[in-house]
């Protein structure tokens, strides 16, 4: 079956301008969590939706940076103002339920070079 | 704050050999996996363990949990070149659904 899907596989960017990046979780899974990976700071997380309750933004390096999940599927990651600190992989997951009892399947990222 | 520490960081083993990377981990935890990364690539899923004592095994890979002396085990048995990759654990933190993720292991099966 399809996997976790994420758009644009490669974005190329100039400092200062806001770049969207989009995933497309597993059909029926509830969770879906941003990840980002960089040489510096290894694997961080970001964001974590499940349902309909409130997202944990703990991860979220600073304000510039926004995500929102729409209908319980498609989510957006939002980097206004871009730095060059902000190039890295994002990497977005899904799982079924709660990861407490579930792994979770990741999409093959979007790769962001800020110049 | 969780920190989760894997070594070694690098890794170059012969084909045949055994060996172990070692996942330690600094506050309580019960739920520990372990994914595998080819270059260039995404995540993959290897184990989930989610008890003290679990063990799993998927063909040459082992994994085990001790939950009381914070520390995860991957086994490599009899390595082949297949097994190339960068592996790593993660531990999810009591309460809520992050993720921490360790440095990598990233290991080089040599013919």
């Known amino acids: 079956g399809a996997g976790v899907s994420q758009s644009p596989s490669n974005k190329v960017t100039e400092k200062g301008k806001d770049v969207e990046l989009r995933c497309d979780p597993i059909s029926g899974h509830t969770a879906l969590y941003w990840y980002r990976q960089s040489l510096g700071q290894g694997l961080e997380f970001l964001i974590y939706f499940q349902g309909n309750s409130a997202p944990d933004k703990s991860g979220l390096p600073s304000d510039r940076f926004s995500a929102e999940r729409t209908g319980g599927s498609v989510s957006t990651l939002t980097i206004q103002r871009t730095q060059q600190e902000d190039s890295a992989v994002y990497l977005c997951a899904s799982s079924p339920t709660a990861v407490r009892q579930e792994t979770q399947y990741f999409g093959p990222g979007t790769r962001l070079l800020v110049l | 704050e969780l920190k989760v520490e894997q070594n070694p960081l690098f890794l170059s083993m012969q084909e045949g050999k055994n060996y172990t990377i070692y996942c330690n981990y600094s506050?309580?935890?019960?739920?520990l996996y372990w994914y595998r990364q080819d270059p260039g690539k995404s995540l993959e899923s290897l184990f989930v363990l989610l008890s003290n004592g679990a063990v799993k095994q998927e063909g040459r890979l082992m994994a085990s949990l001790d939950t009381k002396a914070r520390l995860s085990t991957l086994h490599i048995t009899a390595a082949v070149h297949d097994l190339s990759a960068t592996y790593f654990c993660a531990v999810l933190s009591f309460g809520n659904e992050k993720l921490t993720f360790g440095t990598g292991t990233r290991l080089t099966i040599i013919p």
């Open positions: 506050t309580t935890s019960d739920r």
